[in-house]
């Protein structure tokens, strides 16, 4: 089965500190993706991970705010910088493996608490 | 054009009964259709995806109901368990390239099953 592994599995932060998620993936993949899970809340997709080259951030999620690398086909980065108690989420790395019928896997998410 | 509007927010069913998740979208590009399910402290596991060429597709005690013309698309759960309590997510797509692009996710409905 897939792996996909969070790092950090939750932490709690200090308002205006950043704090940077990786995910690591088990093999290649044909996309990556950042979703944020708010308390008691649906996903909604932050941005789509592209290898070497800038995220595609969807409406309302900005570079400056959120951050993201992904330097090869089986790693990624989502920072989240200058933290206020509204980004208290889940964050979740989604992936589309090459040799699965192309469907979306997730982690067990990033648990960022902002106090 | 990019929603996806779920139903009940929240249900309670018997142990045995049927348990049954409603979801309508708008865009008619969308031709992926996941359903997700997410326990606690977990992040979302496919459970069934459909796509729209067929009107129904089951997996053991798990049956997606498609209807194309009313845009609309079903979660049954037979002789549901309490071990089926988490909460559901409808999701909608595109696919493209032998891909799922980004899932567009519908609110969730928290199942709580009664033993």
């Known amino acids: 089965s897939a792996v996909i592994s969070q790092k950090p599995s939750r932490d709690i932060c200090q308002r205006g500190t950043s704090l940077t998620i990786q995910c690591q993936v088990d093999?290649?993949?044909?996309?990556m993706f950042w979703y944020r899970q708010q308390p008691g809340q649906s996903l909604t997709l932050i941005a789509t991970?592209?290898?070497?080259?800038?995220?595609?951030?969807e409406s309302g999620f900005v570079i400056d705010k959120f951050p993201i690398s992904r330097p090869n086909l089986t790693f990624s980065t989502l920072t989240v910088s200058n933290m206020s108690p509204e980004d208290s989420s889940i964050y979740l790395c989604?992936?589309?493996?090459?040799?699965?019928?192309?469907?979306?896997?997730f982690g067990e998410g990033s648990r960022l608490t902002v106090l | 054009q990019q929603q996806v509007k779920q139903s009940p927010q929240s249900l309670i069913v018997q142990k045995g009964g049927i348990s049954i998740i409603n979801c309508a979208y708008e865009n008619t590009a969308f031709d992926y259709f996941p359903w997700y399910q997410q326990f606690p402290g977990k992040g979302p596991a496919l459970l069934i995806a459909?796509?729209?060429?067929?009107s129904e597709k089951k997996e053991g005690r798990f049956t997606i109901s498609f209807n194309k013309s009313a845009k609309q698309f079903s979660l049954h759960i037979m002789d549901s368990q309490p071990g089926d309590s988490a909460t559901y997510f409808c999701a909608a797509s595109f696919f493209f390239s032998g891909s799922a692009r980004q899932l567009t996710f519908g609110s969730g409905t928290q199942l709580t099953v009664l033993p």
């Open positions: 989604s992936v589309v493996y090459r040799d699965h019928t192309g469907e979306l896997f």
């Open positions: 459909i796509r729209p060429d067929v």
């Open positions: 093999s290649q993949v044909t996309m």
């Open positions: 991970a592209n290898q070497g080259s800038e995220a595609t951030y």
